[in-house]
């Protein structure tokens, strides 16, 4: 009897290890401080789809903008890939040196931020959350709120996307049922993904930050059905990053 206890004991510390672990691998949750991020820098690289960031495939203007970012935006390099993140205060980017080094998303994403500073012009805030922007964003939403379905996105590869999934879990906040069949759908796939931390995100400008970090790393990729995702359901988000980083002398 004592050898069974011991035996249901073991099994029930080794299923708990292997859900734990799993859960870990398919989602990271996390932010604190100015801008955070939800980073799971290693992971892409056992896609089947590999997305390059930065390359001759990107969009032009966007690719000129990360090099210069990356020449006039303090570095920090850090040995935790949950850490990266942006700082306004210090105009620095905090990221691993492998993530750095690589032009990953999650470089992409955290130089995201830099340029989102970088055009904020006289305001003391963000690009992304002043009208422009936020007129923008909230058109883009309202119309996705009604026409996106899940099924169709996972019908295409944008879902591998960790930058896709970041922009939907954003956009569908605060609807749970979306939000739990997203999660489901991610599970299923097997495939990671980024998600913010809920506490986080519960603010509007948050929201917004991070989705133009994501539109961003968007236009920076090779991801051809990443853009046309943009292209479908954040129209105008998308257009109004764009020309921003158009009108600049990079
Ligand atoms: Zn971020």
Known sequence: MK???????????????????????????????????????????????????????????????????????????IEDS?????????????LPHADFSADTAASAHEFGHALDWFLRGESPQYYSRQETFSHAYAADCSRMQETFLVQRLFETEAYR???????LFAVFYGNEEMTRVLTASYN??????????????????????????????????????????LQTFLPQSSRTLLEQVQTQRW
């Open 3 to 77: 050898r069974v206890a011991c035996l249901f004991v073991l099994l029930l510390i080794l299923a708990v290890v292997v859900i734990g672990s799993f859960y870990g691998y398919v989602r990271t949750q996390r932010d604190n401080g100015a801008v955070s991020s939800a980073l799971l820098a290693g992971f892409t690289s056992l896609s089947p789809h590999p997305i390059t960031y930065g390359e001759e495939t990107s969009e032009p203007s966007c690719r000129q903008a990360y090099h210069y970012l990356k020449g006039h935006t303090g570095v920090c390099l």
């Open 82 to 94: 949950g850490s990266s993140r942006f700082s306004p205060k210090e105009n620095t980017v905090y």
């Open 161 to 167: 996307n960790p930058a896709v999934s970041d922009i």
């Open 188 to 229: 299923t796939a097997g495939v990671s993904y980024w998600q913010h931390e809920e506490s986080y995100m519960r603010e509007l400008h948050n929201r917004q930050t991070e989705v133009f970090a994501d539109i961003f790393t968007i236009w920076l990729s090779d991801d051809a059905e990443a853009k046309a995702f």
